[in-house]
């Protein structure tokens, strides 16, 4: 449970009533609670107590969560609903039309503002009339937003942990028109071909024994395009819960294009252990994907053991999808407190199996990064181009990254730092 302020009982606290707001918020923040899960909560409470805060937390948590993934929502929420009322005049002023004065201001962290939005429940909306008083003219006040950005350019550079629920649904919609083309890679084999360079002697000879040795003509082939695997390994760690999710509705968009030229893509999600969600990934509708995806990586929002989890994957999987030129693509922040020396192997040896190997981290917003982190500093030399990956202008860029393999992104400039 989170670090939250000291929970005071009140002298009538009208639990009934409480709990089933409580449970309202939740519902309007995503999360699947009916009435029975209501009821069950309520007679929960009743047996457990209303005394210690710790218990108090995880009995409502184990009524009303049902998946990893809901964890954090439910615990912003239980801190706003329950706990810090003066965090709730903050998120009021952050998501109405203010002045902002001097006063410290700082960013909503993960699932604050849904939480806030979920519990507002519309209070930010309609703004009381200004009366024009009798015998003034009517001020008109024009805003030139000629320079303003749109809103879909606002949430092309927006953190995706500091997206409402309203944003993460128009981020979501967005990532399902993007796309990852990638270029063929040419293999020996060569197929027939009218333009080709090169003479098919073997058939040429074969037509002209059939015509009773003349030759009639040359016949000619093209090197035959190769279209390597995707293979993405994507972090599904406490840290990194927010950004898996929006990039797994990414993956599952880039899966099931037609045209992008990937013969086949491979998902793989860790955080304590190794799991393949790449058959979760194939079915068309992304909403039972991702759940079903959910559903089989029990280590959602857990630790991370990086290098373990690498270890596991070349020694059980490498081969059988690494075959033909794969891009690999790693979503990880790196913060990996694992022996440094063993993860600095197995990113070798992923970078040696693969043909490009592209880490996206989400760390990279942060102007003032330096590979501090022995994790980090480990994996850096071994990858071809180090890229953030904390909006959808990031994920566009990777077009860019997989059309020129030459393009390190940022890691000539933070190998200097090493």
């Given amino acids: 449970m989170p670090e939250l302020p000291t929970l005071d009982i009140p002298e009538n606290p009208k639990l009934t009533h409480n709990i089933t707001w409580f449970a309202r918020a939740l519902r309007k923040a995503g999360l699947p609670i009916g009435t029975g899960r209501v009821v069950d909560a309520i007679r929960a409470v009743e047996a457990a107590g209303f005394t210690s805060k710790t218990d108090f937390f995880y009995t409502l948590r184990a009524c009303f969560v049902s998946r990893p993934e809901h964890n954090q929502v439910f615990a912003q929420i239980f801190r706003l609903y329950w706990r810090d009322p003066r965090y709730m005049e903050h998120m009021m002023a952050m998501m109405l039309p203010a002045v902002r004065g001097v006063q410290e201001e700082r960013s909503a962290q993960a699932a604050e503002k849904r939480a806030a939005e979920a519990l507002l429940d519309g209070a930010q909306g309609d703004l009381p009339e200004i009366e024009q008083p009798e015998g003034e003219d009517e001020v008109q006040i024009e805003i030139d937003a000629s320079r303003t950005m749109s809103g879909e350019e606002r949430l092309r550079t927006l953190d995706f942990e500091q997206m409402s629920t309203e944003e993460i649904a128009r981020a979501k919609r967005m990532l399902a028109r993007l796309t990852l083309p990638v270029k063929p890679i040419p293999s020996r084999r060569a197929q027939a071909s009218h333009t080709g360079r090169r003479y098919d002697l073997r058939r040429s000879l074969r037509e002209a024994m059939r015509r009773g040795g003349e030759i009639h003509s040359l016949h000619r082939v093209e090197p035959r395009p190769r279209w390597p695997n995707l293979v993405v390994l994507c972090d599904i760690s406490g840290s990194m819960s927010q950004y898996s999710r929006m990039v797994l509705h990414f993956l599952h968009a880039v899966a099931n294009a037609k045209g992008q030229g990937w013969a086949r893509v491979h998902a793989f999600t860790f955080g304590t252990r190794l799991t393949n969600i790449t058959r979760h990934l194939a079915s068309r509708d992304v909403d039972a994907a991702l759940a079903a995806a959910g ?27 690494m075959g033909q030129g794969a891009v690999v693509l790693l979503i990880t922040d790196g913060l990996d407190r694992d022996d440094p020396d063993q993860l600095s192997r197995e990113m070798e040896r992923l970078h040696l199996s693969s043909r490009q190997l592209i880490w996206l981290n989400p760390l990279l917003r942060w102007e003032g990064f330096a590979p501090r982190a022995r994790g980090i ?5 071994h990858v071809d181009s180090f890229r ?14 997989l059309s020129r393999r030459d393009d390190p992104g940022d890691k000539a400039r933070l190998m200097g730092m090493l």
Avoid: K, Y
């Avoid at 929002?301 to 270890?311: D, F, K, V």
């Avoid at 959808?392 to 990777?398: M, P, Y």
């Fill in 388 to 401: 953030a990956g904390h909006n959808i202008a990031a994920l566009e860029d990777l077009a860019e990254a």
């Fill in 377 to 381: 500093a480990a994996m850096l030399p």
């Fill in 295 to 321: 559903a089989e990586a029990q280590d959602w929002e857990g630790g991370t053991r990086i290098g373990a989890c690498l270890h596991d994957f070349n020694r059980d999987w490498s081969r059988r999808v």
